[in-house]
Structure formats: C-alpha cells, structure tokens
C-alpha cells in the first residue's frame, strides 16, 4: 500500500450561526485505504463531509485531492478530483431512471444528445465488477433502499472516482445488503479506492475499516488503527464516558391488550399484510424481524391509524374498533413511533413546542374552547427537554434543526407521556448514535416493565434479539409463528426472514 | 380669450373606436386654441370618481367622459362642484336639479340605417356576420338600424350575430369574423376591432362603425356609419365659454341632421354600389336631414336569425 | 351546418390549430419553467411585452423574423428578472410571478403610449401570410388544418419538438427534468441548480414572449390593451393539463382551441337561446373537467414551487 | 451566491432596506418620468401628496385598500395551509353576485340585521365556490392552482350572464348591471362626503378575528401544521383533509367579504368591474406581509398607497397613466427582495 495521501484536510471548521459543527479537523486519507468517521449525532461528521465535497464551504481550512487544494463550495470540481459522496439522505430523483439519474451531469450539458446507449453498457460493466446489481431503465421510485444505494454507488463509479465517501450508508439496509455492500467495499479497496465511512454501528467498523477517526461535538477526538482497538473504546471515545448497554429484566406478562384478527391491508411501501394475527400483550416487547418491505411499513401505518384495514378485526382490551384513524389510534393509547422521523414524525418548520403537543393538542391538556393554552404545551416541552435531556436551543427552535438523536427524543418523550398502553416502535434507533440508542432502549425496556406491550419494528437483528421477548418474522406480508426470547438462532431467524419456510402462524385460507 | 381647461376621463384606451371619437374632437379643439386638454384613458370604474375629483380639483372647467358604470358618483362629484360643467356619455337623462351635468350618446343610428342600405344591396349569400362587444344599447341600437337597413333592401337577409365578451380582444372577434364566414356570411358588420381583417383575409365585405377604415381596407370596407362627436363638443364649449352651460341631453348633436354623424363617401366602391341604391340613400339621407323620415332608437339586443 | 358538421370541416380545424398557435408556444415556455422546478405565473405579463416588442419592431421597420427576436429577447429580459428573483433569491414565485406580470404589462402599456402617443386607431402592419406547405396542404382536412398555416404556426409546432428532443434526449435537459424532480440530485453531480432553473426560466419566457408575439405579427396585426386576455393563465392549466409533457401539452393546446373555435360556430347556429357566456365558458369548464380526468395519473415535478438553497438543512 | 440568516436583526435594519426599497422604487420611477419628458425632480412629492397628502388622498387610499385586506387575508389564511388560492377574485364575485341577490329588496329586514345576514350570505358564497377546487384537490389530487385560476374566467363570465339576465337592472338601459342595493343593505360611508365606508373597520375587524385564529386557535395550529408537512400533520391525528376544507370555507368567505364590502360599501351595485384585479392583488399583498394577518393591513394599505398616489402624480406630471402601476409592480417586488435582505445576508460563494 502506497503511502500518498490522496485527500488531506486542514484545519477545517465550520460554524453555524453560535454551533461550531467543525472545529479546526485534519486528517489524511491514503490509497486503498478506509477510514472510518465515527461520531455521536451532530458530532458533524456529514458537515464534514459537505465541506470536503463543496457542498458547505468552510469558515476556515482547506482540502486537497491528490496533492491540488480543491476551491471551496464547488461539488463539480470535487468531482472532477474524483471524489464521489453517497449521502445520508439519497439525491436521487424518483420519478427518473437509474441510468438518468447516474448519467446526469456526465455529458457536456451542450451536447446535442445524450449518449444513452454508452451509458447503459457502462452501468452494466460496472454493476458486474462491483456486484451492484440494478436494472438501468428502471424508475427509482420503484427501487429498494437498497437497491438505491446501489444506484447512488455506481454514480460514483461511472465518473471514476478515487475516493468515496459514505455517509452512513448501512443505516437503512437489511444486514443481507450490507454483507452485499462491504463486499463490493472490499471490490474497490482491490482496485485501489480509498474510502471514508460513516457509521455509527461499532461492529461494521470493526469488519471494514482500516483506521478509525472519532469526531466528538466537531473536534477530532481521537484516533485509531481498528487493528488496534476495540468496541468499548471507541464507544467511549464518541460518548466520552463507558456506554451500558441497557439491562433487561425479566418479562412480567399482563393481559392482551390488542389484537389483530386476519388482517389484511393494501400494499404500502413494499407489500401489504395478508390475513395477519398478533397479539400483543402488556409487559411484553414482541420484535418484528424482517426484509423490509415485506409488509412491515403496511403494519407500522396500519397500527398508527393511517392506513384501514381491507379484512380482520382489530381489538384492542377485547373490545372490537370499528372506526380506525391515527386520532382513534391515539384515542385507544397507542404510542406511535414512526420510521421516517422526518417525513412523518415531526413538521420540521415548526418548533419543538408545537411538535410535542402534536399528538394531543385537541385535548383539554392543551386547549380550551378550540383555543390553544401556550403555556401549557410549553410547560410540558420544557418537561420533555428536560426529562429526556434534549440538547436543544430552545423549546421555540424549528425542530428540523435538531439532530437525529435529539429529535428522536422527543419523538419518545411525546409518544410515552400519557403511559401508553401500546407501543409501536418502528426503527427506533436507526441512525442514532451508541449513546442514543442505548437510551431509546432502556425508555422502551422501562415503559415494557409498566406493563406496555410494545411492537418493536427493527431490520437491525441486534437489537430485536437483545430487546424482544418474543420475535416474530414477517416476509411476503405474512408473519411467522412467534418463538420466545432465545429460542430461534440468528440463522434460523435469517432463513425465515428469507422467506424459506412455509411456516406461518395465520390461519389457513 | 383664455382657452378653457378641459379634462377627459375614458374607461378605455383612447385607441378605442368610440372614445377615439370624442379624443379627436377634443385635441381638434386644442388645436384650435380654444381649450386646454389633457385626458386620463383606460381608469377602471373605481378609480373614476377620485379621478374626476383631481380634476376638479385641479381647475378644470369641463369635463367629458363616459359614466356608464359609475353613474351615481359622477353625479355626486358634479354636485360637490357646482362651477365645473360635466358632458358625459350616459344612457340616462339630464336632471334639472345638477345644472352643471350633461349626457350625450352615439345616437347615430340614422348612419347605421344608411350603411344598411348598401350592406343590403351588396350581400348576394343574404347572409350577414356581426360581431359585437357585448349587447348594450350603445351597440344594440347601430346593430337594430343597421339590419333595419338591410331589411329595407333585403328582406330575406340572415344575420348571425355574437357577442365576444370583451371590448378589446381583435383576434377573437376576428376569429369569430371567421366562424361567420365559415357559415355563409359574405358581408360583415364590423362593430370590433379584427372583424375588417378576418373580411379582407376571407375575401369577404365588412362594414364600418363609428369610425372609417376603409383607408386601411380599400377592397373590404364598403361603407362606414360614421360618428363625428365634434357638434356635441363645440356645442358644449360655446355654453361654457358663454356661461350658459345648463343641464341638457347633448344626444341628439349626434343625430345626422345636427351633422353628428354620416355615411362614409362610399370611396373605393363608389362604382360597386348599383345607382338604385345610391338614390335610396340620398333620399333616406335627406329624408331623415328634413325631419320626414326618424330611425327607430331600439336598443334590445339582436339575435341572430 | 349543425352542431356535428363544424367538426368535420376543414376551416373548422384550420380555425383551432391557429387559435392554438400561440398557446403552443407560451405552455412549451411555462412547461420548461415547471420542468426546472419554477413555477413562473409571470406569463401574462410576458406575453403581453412580447405581443408588443414584436408588433413594434416591424412596424418600427424591422421585418417580421426580426420581430421575433426582439420579443423573445424581451421575454428572456423578464424571465430573467423573475428567475433571479425566484432561484437564487428563493423568493415566492406567486409573489415575483404576479410581480413580473404586473411590472411587464403596465410597463409595455407605458412604452406604447410613449412611443405612440397620439393615435386614434391602432397602427397596423403587415403580418405573417398563409403559407401553404407544397403537396402537405392538399391532403383534404388534416393537410389544409395543419399546412396551410403562417410560418409562426409551423414554428409553434417545432418548438414542441424541439422542447422535447431537449428534455428527454440531450444532458442539459436531463438537467433541466432533476432540477423540477430533486436539485439536490443536479447539485451532487456537479451541476448548478441555480444555473439550469434560471436557463429554463429564461428559455421558457422567451417561449411565452413568441407566443404574446404571434398575436400581433401573425393572428393580428397590431398591438392592443389587455390583448393577451387570459391566455397566459391557461396555458398554466394547459401544463398541468398536459401532465408537464410537451406532446400531451400540445394535444391539451389543439383541444382547447378547438373548444374555442367551436364555441365561436356554436353561437352562430344557436340562434341566441343560449346566453354567449355559456359559450365563452365551455372551455374552462371543460378544461377542469379534463383535468379531473388526468390528475390521478399525473405525477408532478416533485420540487416544483420548492426553492432551493445550496446548504441548506 | 448563498443566504445566511441573520440573528435577529435591529430595528434600524429592520426599517432601512424597506426604505431603501422604496428609494429604489421612487428613482426607477422618477426615471421613467424623465424618459417620458417630465421632470423627475417631484415624483416622491406628488406620489406622497396624492396617496395622503389631503384628507381626499389618505380616504380615497384607505377606500382602495379595504377590497385589499379582504382579499390579502384570504390569501393568507389559504396559503398558510398551502391550499393555493389563485381564485380570490371569483370568490370576490360570488360575495358581490349574493349581496345583490339579497339585497335589492329580496329581503325587507332593518339595517342592522340585513347586513350581517347579507355578509354571512356572501362569505357562504364565496367558501361554497372554494369548496369545489378543495374537495377536487383531496380527493381526486387535482392542482388547485390551475382550477382556482380557471374559475375565475368562468365566475366573471356567469357574472355577466346573470347580468344580462335575472340580475339586470331594468332601469339600467340594457348596461351589464345590477340594480342597486337598498338603503338598509348599505355600509354608511365613514365621513360624510368622502368615500370610505364602513367596510374598512370590518376589514380591520376581519384582520384581528383572522389573527386570533391562527395564533391563538386550534384551527390555526391545524392549518399551519398542514400548510408545513400534510404528511406529519396527518400522521399525528390532524385530519388534513377537514382542516384544508376549513381552511378553504375560510378563505373563500373572506374574499367574498371583498365583494360585499365593494358593493354594499362604494359601488351599491354589481358590475363586471366591480374588481381591478383585486384577487390577483390580494396574493401580493398577503406575501408582503408575510402571510401575517395583522401585516396584511399594513401591506394592503402600502399597495392601495402606491396605486393612488401613483396614478395622481401620473396627471399631475402628465406622464402616461399606466406608470402607477409600473410603480406598483415595483415596489412589490422591490419590497419582496428587501424583506429577504433583513433576514438574510447575501454571501458570495
Ligand atoms: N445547515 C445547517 N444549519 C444549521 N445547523 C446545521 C446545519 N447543518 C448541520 N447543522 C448542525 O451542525 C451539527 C452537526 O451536524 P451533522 O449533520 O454534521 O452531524 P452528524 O455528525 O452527521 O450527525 P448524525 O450522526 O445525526 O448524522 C448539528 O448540531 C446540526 O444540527
Ligand atoms: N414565503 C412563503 N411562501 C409560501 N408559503 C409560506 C411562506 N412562508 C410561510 N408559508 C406557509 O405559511 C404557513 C405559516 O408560516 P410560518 O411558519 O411563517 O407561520 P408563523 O411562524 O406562525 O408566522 P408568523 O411569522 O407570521 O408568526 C406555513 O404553512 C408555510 O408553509
Ligand atoms: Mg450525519
Ligand atoms: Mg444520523
């Protein structure tokens, strides 16, 4: 391995209105070499990592690709140096193909034609060497999350790149597609690549990188050969203090407290349920593992009241619901966290105040006459922020400017104020930091010893197995019979994840 | 003497064929050095008020314009200023009680019975296309004696007529000239801008309103029905001037025998009319000049036939 | 002729495609405008500086071709304004549309005036003539309909041609499509959102500018107040009508024209039973109508109306 | 080029780029002016002198602006919730067609209870005719830009229909107009003589009822929830589709209030031109004010001030007239642009 450096930032910082996001940051990326960014939420890893491909430009430093500073805030002369980012969030546009979408911005815009035949032999060569397979001529909109970061890789790769940068790029994938991921990493390392990957998963940094660099509240704290370290200590790098993993104690089972009775449901994000019964009983985390797409989306929007049921019944406390919306759904106290924080959980123009009263703002806890007692709701998010140890600037700051971690908190704190009797947990953790995600869990472990019954919906295998007291697999809308804690391996839940077996729980048809 | 201030208020622009008219007998006047004159064209109604009270407060001594959306506060402004005399173009009568407010029309349906004549003897499909604005009397009326005319002549004659729903939008009429043409008019009343132009495009006649186009359209135009506002004007300058200037219906200042208004020399189709019909027209013409013969003033709305 | 003969008659059709002509030209503009993720009500406006640039360039002295060029360079100028106004500014393009369509009219009626102040009937000048295309125009009905037009009609249909080969078949208006779809996607790949929104905009004004244009130099010849009428926020309906493609744009064009031109035959055999509204009405309502009927399947440019701001979060 | 925002900006800069806004106005203005052949020098005086340099000039801006507040908070309160109103001015219509319908002696009722049914009555009218592009926006998905715009063409033209038919005067002598409301259905005039009326404080009262609604009220929250993210807001139990129904009746209703007060209040009866475009305004006002209720007051009378003293200075330097609203449109704009400046810096790169 040769010893060049083929990026090297200096003295990088980067401050947003008082918040320093960066502050003063070198390092040195060698070829063929992958660096791992590690980092608690806001640690300002993804400013970073704008800055460098010149989507921020930085207060002070400088970057230089293979030896020539790259002029600041220019992502075409980034990529001209042959840098290539796969963002946190894809920059693809739906409604276009893959081949649209990789070859934008390729060509000469005044070129009289697009060369599309070129293009699509080119994908498919590249799809072939680095095993990123993914039809050309298809609409993104169609495509997997997983299949779209495959998309978001190549576009890289057709323009050649040198570096790539992955900016938490296993955050939404199945564990299938990140094993399907580090081995086309591993494909490029070959081809003398260097990469940069963001992730806040210990054990993948350990499996992939090559040196570790930890980010904490935008200095550069630390950093390691991954040879020489281990989990715990850069888990205590990021947080500055040891990370416990949350404890669990023994289940205590109440009644049950909903029920599905072979439900079924449209299509929605992947397939909808078909003819799906669950149980769900106080006291108890029952973990959904699953591909997703296979209708996990269909049951989270099915329990959160935005989707009906097309057949079945739903009871909750033995009684049958007839009418069905997310006001009925909180009106029968399920706490709803959903998947898409941003999309969905929060409107991000609007303060934390008004989001947390969100959920209940009609109640006469917040309103009177059809009038809204200010004060009230922001009692109760000065209680929230302080109760979950929201690090926010004020309870009147837009919530979109809250990091993941943080606004994930007030997610938890507004959906478990009023105790629920029903949890839903959609990907509670994804994105979030060791730290954070160790608190999401005890908030789950501890609302479970309430007697809660919980649904944690996860494709993080880890954490179904560590909080679930009963697992259940979904695949192709139908669920799989439960099996309790411990009782089924990792392979065996990955088989029927897979699909694999016949054995399904719900009636026959 | 010092020429008089005088201030118009259109609600179009002076463009338009009907305010074109007063615009012209007004800046004849200036030319003349009788007045001073200055105009404001296209006020929307709401503003037409507050625009006469700035020229009123501005000194003017006469104002002309067109109140016919706006008149209860024309009227108001003319009592709040009783010094300022008022000529405006109004369907209603004067009122005895605001003496310094007159009303004139286009009464020139005596123009428009006479363009009928000729519009009768030349049509041979006896089929005829008016496109109009919208169906007010000032139009209905010239529209009424012009088929008056015709009918005189031809009695057999189709019209088609349509209303375009706008004052000024010369490619629709002009399109709608065309949909006439297309259903077997061969002769056009040109009541809009674009009418002239779909005829002459289309090989077809048209006949002119209120104002002579046959300059711009010497194979097309056959006859226009001409309004000179020019009596009415200098009629009112004289009472302003002389101090006598008293409610009244300036109206008939555009009748024919008062010189307000008259068949356009036929020009290019001098030869294309036949003799007969000239006679006809001398002798309507002096018929109506002597008080023997009187136009019908009806301004229901025509329909097609 | 009854109710079912107009449609079948040459002069019918020849009627509709020139009515459409320069709704043709003005919904390619705001079609390209969209595309790039800006919705520019500024139309109207622009339409009318076109109707008139062009109109007085000729009679000016200019020839026609010329005309042309003025007006679209006229149209680029306001697109221009509303494009910095809208894409680097991120301004509310409601706001800057009716802004830019207030600000291009009444600066068009002050410029007429001053350049022509005492007029008593509008000035003329010698437009666009029929054109018939050799051995095209005598194919019965389809070819006198479509050949037998002015140039500006043959030029209004290859700007949709051309608009489309640009959109679906060359980089930049690839480009143009990502920017309406997602800028982000356009910025990571190097290329600047701001640069393609204003090129469309500006592109897309001079569109609108030759449709304003085609009004006074080939359906007319000269130049009036309030000439554009309404056309300018039909074609907005006609884009969205047209599910933002230029193909089914254009057949949006072609029908409602005819609707026009068949309102207008209608009220010639109707006899006056019907009021004449009904009839000026027919094809607005109808146009609603067409979009109930399309809306399920259209899909929007996703960013459109959305500004974007480089760095934002 | 990027924008920054900045942290809460002083009063002084607060003011000065709207000031500025208006230099830059009065100065492209003044050279238009000289290009037309006046002299520039005295453009500010006589704008300022005809929008309120007499007790005539400052009512006759106040008269303008009282259509504009309507219509300004119609579109404020619609666009909060990104229900794209483009169609104030039909609703205008539909509130003047009803206060005609109603009030030309269909109902013989005292004046203090005629007018408040006769302005119930229109805002019906109005929220009934936004009702339509609401309902096609929820459950069919169809833009309701489009069909707000279309409606306005098809509102005017069933306007002059009913003009030439059951709503003709027929005293009018065949003029599209309505007869005019009777004397228990007219707003008193504020002053005697002059032509403010009593619309004006109902707009003003419409203004503070429209700020108390969406700062204080439930509906208010619903509607901005919606307005910033339908999906979150539907996700959390507000029922967005009912909000965007409300939001509709309630903006509908407030632009009809335009129509009534133009009617009841100034013109007595209904014409084709009952607005200059006051619907289109209306968006423009509404965004100057920043969608705020209680600025768009402030902006209606700003822009009925430019309007009115534009036009008098146009005749008093005798420039052609159309330069009022060549300065209105820049001001708008000039305006938008300064707001922005307050907020945010410009940087280079
Ligand atoms: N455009 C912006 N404006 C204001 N603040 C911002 C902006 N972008 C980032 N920040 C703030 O800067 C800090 C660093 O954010 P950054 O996105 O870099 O964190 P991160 O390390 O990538 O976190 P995560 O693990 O959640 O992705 C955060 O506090 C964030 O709120
Ligand atoms: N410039 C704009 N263009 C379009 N829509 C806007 C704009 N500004 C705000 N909105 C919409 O208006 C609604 C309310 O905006 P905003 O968040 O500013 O409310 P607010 O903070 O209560 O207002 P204010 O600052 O007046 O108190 C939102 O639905 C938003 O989408
Ligand atoms: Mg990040
Ligand atoms: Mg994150």
């Given at each position: 391995?040769?010893?060049t450096p083929v990026l090297r930032l200096s003295g990088i910082s980067k401050r947003f209105g008082p ?491 | ?305 | ?53 062009g109109w007085f360039t000729v009679y000016a002295g200019g020839d026609l071709w010329t005309g042309l ?245 | ?19 500025a806004a208006i230099v830059t106005t009065l100065v492209l203005t003044s050279i238009l002016v000289l ?315």
């Amino acid at each position: 391995m040769s010893s060049t450096p083929v990026l090297r930032l200096s003295g990088i910082s980067k401050r947003f209105g008082p918040l320093r996001a960066n502050d003063a940051i070198s390092f040195e990326l060698k070829r063929g070499e992958v660096i791992a960014l590690l980092g608690e939420n806001g640690a300002g890893k993804t400013t970073l990592m704008n800055i460098l491909f010149g989507h921020y430009v930085a207060d002070e430093g400088t970057v230089e690709a293979f030896g020539t500073p790259l002029p600041p805030g220019d992502p075409r002369a980034a990529l001209n140096a042959g840098i290539g980012m796969v963002h946190q969030h894809f920059t693809l546009a739906d409604n276009m193909t893959v081949q649209e979408n990789i070859a934008l911005g390729t060509q000469s815009l005044w070129s009289p034609r697009l060369d599309r035949s070129a293009a699509r032999r080119r994908i498919e060569e590249l799809s072939a060497d680095f095993g990123l397979a993914v039809d050309p001529a298809a609409t993104v909109a169609t495509l997997s999350v997983g299949e779209r970061q495959r998309v978001e890789i190549l576009k890289a790769l057709y323009r050649d790149a040198r570096i790539l940068i992955l900016d938490e790029p296993t955050a939404v994938l199945t564990p299938a597609e990140t094993e399907a991921l580090f081995r086309t990493l591993k494909l490029l390392v070959a081809k003398g690549l260097s990469i940069i990957f963001i992730s806040h998963k210990l054990q993948e940094v350990m499996a992939v990188s090559d040196r570790v660099l930890v980010l904490r509240a935008g200095k550069l704290v630390g950093e390691r050969e991954t040879a020489s370290t281990d989990r715990r200590e850069l888990a205590a790098l990021m947080v500055g203090q040891e990370v416990k993993p949350a404890e669990v104690n023994p289940a205590r089972l109440g009644a049950p407290l909903l029920t599905l009775d072979r439900v079924s449901t449209a299509p929605h994000n992947g397939a909808g349920l078909a003819d799906v019964s669950l149980t769900l009983t106080a006291g108890e985390i029952t973990g959904l593992a699953g591909v997703s797409g296979n209708g996990q989306a269909a049951l989270a929007a099915l329990l959160s009241g935005i989707r009906r049921p097309t057949g079945g019944r739903i009871s909750i406390a033995d009684r049958e619901v007839t009418d069905w919306s997310p006001r009925a759904a909180l009106a029968h106290g399920i706490a709803r966290i959903p998947e898409d924080r941003h999309a969905v959980g929060t409107i991000g123009d609007m303060s934390v105040t008004e989001n947390v009263i969100a959920e209940h703002y009609g109640s006469p806890r917040f309103s009177r006459m059809g009038f809204l007692n200010w004060k009230a709701a922001r009692r109760f998010a000065e209680k929230i922020i302080a109760d979950y140890d929201v690090k926010c600037p004020s309870p009147e700051a837009r919530i979109r400017l809250l990091s993941g971690g943080n606004m994930q908190k007030l997610i938890l704190g507004r959906a478990l104020d009023p105790d629920p009797a029903v949890i839903l947990a959609s990907q509670p953790t994804r994105g979030l930091d060791v730290g954070a995600v160790a608190y999401v869990h005890r908030m789950l472990l501890a609302a479970r010893d309430r007697g809660a019954a919980i649904l944690l919906i996860s494709e993080d295998l880890e954490e179904i197995l560590a909080l679930s007291d009963r697992i259940t697999v979904m695949s192709a809308g139908h669920l799989s019979a439960p099996s309790a804690r411990g009782e089924r391996s990792i392979r065996e839940l990955g088989e029927l994840m897979a699909g694999h077996s016949g054995e399904h729980s719900d009636h026959a048809a | 003497a010092e020429p008089i201030k005088v201030a118009a208020v259109f609600t179009v622009p002076v463009e338009q064929q009907w305010v074109s008219r007063i615009h012209k007998a007004a800046n004849a006047a200036k030319d003349r050095g009788e007045i001073e004159y200055v105009y404001s064209e296209n006020t929307a109604n709401n503003d037409y008020e507050r625009v006469m009270r700035e020229y009123c407060e501005a000194g003017h001594k006469l104002i002309l314009g067109e109140v016919f959306g706006v008149e209860d506060a024309a009227r108001a402004v003319a009592r709040d200023y009783p010094d300022v005399a008022f000529l405006m173009g109004s369907s209603f009568k004067p009122d005895p009680d605001l003496p310094n407010f007159s009303v004139f029309d286009n009464y020139i349906q005596d123009a428009s019975y006479l363009s009928g004549l000729v519009a009768g003897a030349l049509t041979k499909s006896k089929n005829i296309g008016m496109v109009g604005g919208y169906p007010i009397p000032e139009v209905n009326r010239l529209m009424n004696a012009f088929m008056a005319g015709v009918k005189e002549v031809a009695p057999d004659t189709r019209f088609q007529v349509a209303f375009i729903g706008s004052w000024f939008d010369p490619p629709k009429a002009k399109e709608t000239a065309f949909a006439q043409i297309d259903g077997g008019a061969d002769l056009l009343y040109a009541e809009r801008f674009g009418v002239s132009d779909a005829a002459k495009e289309k090989k077809v006649l048209a006949i002119g309103n209120v104002i002579d186009t046959q300059a711009d359209y010497p194979d097309t135009v056959a006859a226009s029905a001409l309004w000179h506002f020019e009596p009415t004007l200098d009629k009112a300058i004289a009472e302003v001037k002389a101090g006598t200037f008293k409610a009244d219906d300036y109206g008939v200042y555009s009748f024919m025998k008062n010189g307000g208004c008259s068949l356009a020399p036929l020009g290019t189709f001098e030869g294309k009319v036949p003799g007969e019909i000239k006679a006809k027209i001398a002798e309507k013409e002096k018929a109506i000049k002597d008080g023997s013969f009187t136009v019908a003033v009806d301004d229901s709305e025509p329909k097609s036939s | 002729m009854d109710a079912l003969d107009i449609l079948f008659s040459a002069s019918f059709w020849v009627a509709a495609i020139r009515i459409a002509s320069p709704l043709i030209f003005a919904t390619m503009g705001e079609l390209i405008c969209e595309r790039a993720g800006v919705l520019n009500l500024g139309i109207e406006g622009i339409m009318t500086a076109g109707a008139f640039a062009g109109w007085f360039t000729v009679y000016a002295g200019g020839d026609l071709w010329t005309g042309l060029v003025v007006a679209a360079l006229v149209g680029a100028l306001f697109g221009l304004l509303h494009a910095t106004l809208t894409v680097p500014l991120g301004l509310s393009q409601h706001v800057v549309g009716i802004g830019v369509t207030l600000l291009a009219t009444s600066l068009t009626y002050f410029t007429y005036r001053l350049l022509l102040p005492e007029v008593t009937s509008p000035p003329k000048i010698e437009p666009f003539q029929p054109w018939p295309v050799p051995g095209l125009s005598k194919i019965p009905v389809v070819g006198e309909a479509l050949f037998t037009q002015t140039p500006l009609t043959y030029l209004a249909f290859l700007s949709v041609a051309v608009v489309a080969w640009t959109l679906y078949r060359t980089p930049v208006g690839l480009a143009v499509r990502a920017a309406g779809e997602n800028p982000s996607a356009v910025e990571a790949q190097g290329i600047s959102v701001t640069g393609i929104r204003m090129g469309a905009v500006v592109a897309g004004s001079a569109l609108m500018a030759l449709g304003g244009a085609f009004l006074t130099t080939s359906a007319f010849n000269s130049f009036f107040f309030q000439m554009i009428n309404g056309r300018g926020w039909i074609c907005i309906a006609l884009v969205v009508f047209g599910s933002w493609r230029p193909g089914k744009a254009l057949i949006g064009a072609i029908l409602f024209a005819a609707f026009d031109a068949y309102q207008v035959r209608l009220q010639q055999i109707s006899g006056g039973i019907v009021p004449y509204q009904v009839f000026l009405m027919m094809p607005y309502a109808l146009s609603i109508l067409a979009l109930i009927l399309v809306a399920r399947r259209a899909t929007y440019p996703k960013a459109l109306m959305i500004p974007y701001q480089k760095g934002e979060r | 080029m990027r924008l920054e925002p900045k942290p809460a900006p002083s009063l002084a800069v607060t003011l000065s780029f709207p000031l500025a806004a208006i230099v830059t106005t009065l100065v492209l203005t003044s050279i238009l002016v000289l290009v037309a052949g006046a002299s520039p020098l005295s453009v500010f005086y006589l704008v300022a002198k005809g929008a309120a340099g007499s007790q005539f000039a400052l009512m006759e801006t106040l008269t303008r602006a009282t259509p504009l507040i309507f219509t300004g908070l119609a579109i404020a309160v619609a666009f909060r919730a990104r229900l794209w109103n483009i169609g104030a001015e039909a609703q205008l219509y539909m509130g003047g067609i009803v206060t005609v319908a109603l009030g030309t002696g269909a109902l013989p009722l005292p004046s203090f209870i005629l007018i408040p049914v006769l302005m119930i009555a229109a805002m019906a009218a109005g929220a009934l005719i936004l009702l339509g592009p609401a309902v096609l926006k929820t459950r069919f998905g169809v833009d309701e830009v489009v069909t707000t715009l279309l409606l306005n063409f098809i509102v005017l033209l069933f306007v002059s229909m009913l003009l030439d038919g059951v709503l003709k005067d027929p005293m009018g002598l065949g003029w599209p107009q309505s007869q005019k409301v009777i004397a228990e259905a007219q707003l008193p005039r504020l002053i005697q003589g002059k032509r403010l009326h009593y619309g004006f404080v109902i707009a003003i009262a419409a203004a503070a009822v429209v700020w108390v609604i969406t700062k204080k009220t439930l509906l208010g929250y619903e509607m901005r929830a919606v307005g910033h993210n339908a999906e979150g807001a539907r996700f959390v139990g507000i029922p967005v589709n009912r909000v965007l129904m409300k939001t509709a009746l309630l903006s509908g209703g407030l632009a009809a209030l335009a129509g009534f007060s133009e009617v009841s209040g100034l013109k007595g009866n209904l014409t084709l031109d009952l607005s200059p475009g006051y619907g289109y305004t209306g968006i423009v006002v509404a965004m100057l004010a920043m969608l705020n209720p209680l600025g768009v007051v402030a902006s209606a009378i700003f822009v009925a001030g430019i309007f009115v003293g534009a036009d008098a200075m146009s005749r008093a330097a005798k420039v052609p007239s159309y330069i009022a609203d060549v300065m209105v449109a820049t001001s708008l704009l000039t305006m938008v642009v300064a707001i922005l400046l307050t907020r945010f810096k410009i940087r280079w790169r």
